[in-house]
């Protein structure tokens, strides 16, 4: 089995930052992309941010020049650096990752969701 867990979320000013993480564990063989999506009420759900194994990364046109992502293979974790944020931004942001197990071949993993809130 395979869990990614975040943390980072909360509520932040315009303006301001926030760094979010995702961890993944279990009997982890390999991890290719990474990547984060978000989903604001009333809205599908979009990509944000990935990264692949190599370290190529592809980001949103809403949030080029703003957000940042990066992976730490060693720890499986996937970051999000999110500045300059903006009212718009708020939304429930997800990990997603793109993982090889010891019995099972490649598959999408989803984490649990963390909330950011951008509000004076």
């Known amino acids: 089995q395979v869990q990614l867990v975040e943390s980072g979320g909360g509520l932040v000013q315009p303006g301001g930052s926030l760094r979010l993480s995702c961890a993944a564990s279990?009997?982890?063989?390999?991890?290719?992309?990474m990547g984060w999506y978000r989903q604001a009420p009333g809205k599908q759900r979009e990509l944000a941010a990935a990264?692949?194994?190599?370290?190529?990364?592809n980001y949103a046109d809403s949030v080029k020049g703003r957000f940042t992502i990066s992976r730490d293979n060693a720890k499986n974790t996937v970051y999000l650096q999110m500045n300059s944020l903006k009212p718009e931004d708020t939304a429930v942001y997800y990990c997603?990752?793109?993982?090889?197990?010891?019995?099972?071949?490649?598959?999408?993993?989803w984490g649990q969701g963390t909330q950011v809130t951008v509000s004076s």
């Open positions: 279990g009997t982890i063989f390999s991890i290719y992309t």
């Open positions: 990264i692949t194994d190599g370290g190529i990364t």
């Open positions: 997603q990752a793109f993982i090889a197990t010891m019995s099972r071949g490649p598959w999408h993993y």
